[in-house]
């Protein structure tokens, strides 16, 4: 276990219902309960839109229109920045959350913006019950694949982005430098590096064992929030996606090809099967 600073005011504000054991709190669909209406109210001012879109200026965007994506599905459109980004582009967007207050959330900002999202609140191990048709491209973004606990967890929901994609489809996903945070070498810039770029909010991971990563958020109107989430190793995420069947893996840290001990990993992910791929070397 990684030793993390304690911070004594770590439950004051915070209305999610994590217990008096939160380190113990380790469930794929505790998620609703931490993304009260009032945490995804805040979430915009941890994101930043402006700021976020100048730190990745046009990566997604690009990597979609060299694999010929054109209809894109969305799966943790939280409060609707990369939805709106691909819509305002030119993309056929869907855009699904398993959280109802992100998904108000995300319709409200994309009609402040004079777009309409085509929402779907929809569990991700069950995409293909709630989602119909086939697309070009899966986005999960946002960190947000690290809020399944359980390895069927993540198995299923995998398999059911490779099936909602069309046969040459690519699922596109990110994390967090877990690897770094378990290994003693702490979260740079509060814990925020280039995707959640808000200046009135400090991020802080609490506590980190192989288990769980728990982050505090402490926004400048002293109101506290934390999330739980499963602490991702990039060879792990890797090996998944190559198991449950994805073709060519082509990593990226902080946006570009040649990283060392980034922030933040981002995975692009084929589906189309060809003879001369070497799924273990990319």
């Known amino acids: 276990m990684t030793s993390i600073q304690d911070y004594s005011s770590s439950t ?3 209305n999610q219902n994590f217990g008096a054991s939160p380190e113990t709190v380790r469930e794929t669909d505790h998620y609703q309960a931490e993304y009260i209406e009032e945490f995804a109210d805040r979430w915009d001012r941890l994101i930043d839109w402006d700021a976020r879109a100048q730190a990745e200026g046009d990566f997604f965007i690009r990597i979609l229109r060299e694999h010929g994506a054109r209809s894109v599905l969305d799966v943790a459109t939280g409060t609707g920045f990369h939805s709106v980004r691909l819509l305002r582009e030119g993309f ?3 855009s699904a959350d398993g959280n109802p207050n992100m998904l ?3 319709f409200r900002n994309a009609r402040n913006r004079d777009l309409l999202l ?3 609140q929809a569990d991700w191990r069950f995409l293909n019950r709630d989602i119909h048709g086939l697309f070009d491209a899966v986005i999960c973004l946002g960190n947000s694949f690290t809020h399944l606990f359980k390895e069927r967890d993540r198995r299923k929901s995998l398999a059911e982005y490779y099936a909602v994609l069309k046969h040459n489809g690519v699922l596109i996903m990110d994390h967090r430098n877990y690897d770094r945070l378990l290994e003693g070498g702490g979260a740079v ?3 925020k590096g280039n995707v959640y770029c808000g200046e009135d ?3 802080a991971p609490e506590h980190v064992d192989e ?3 728990r982050f505090r958020y402490a926004f400048s109107d002293s109101s506290t929030y934390h999330l739980n989430m499963f602490p991702l190793r990039y060879g792990y995420v890797r090996r998944l996606m190559s198991e449950v069947g994805f073709q060519k893996i082509t990593s990226f840290g902080d946006y570009q090809r040649d990283f060392e001990n980034p922030d933040f990993y981002i995975h692009v992910a084929e589906k189309e099967y060809r003879f001369d791929v070497d799924t273990t070397m990319h």
Do not use: Y
Request: overall charge neutral; cysteine-free.
């Open 104 to 106: 108000a959330r995300a």
């Open 12 to 14: 004051q504000g915070d």
């Open 211 to 213: 288990g769980l990563a």
């Open 118 to 120: 085509r929402t779907a």
């Open 201 to 203: 909010v400090e991020v």
């Open 189 to 191: 810039r509060n814990g």
């Open 92 to 94: 056929d967007v869907v």
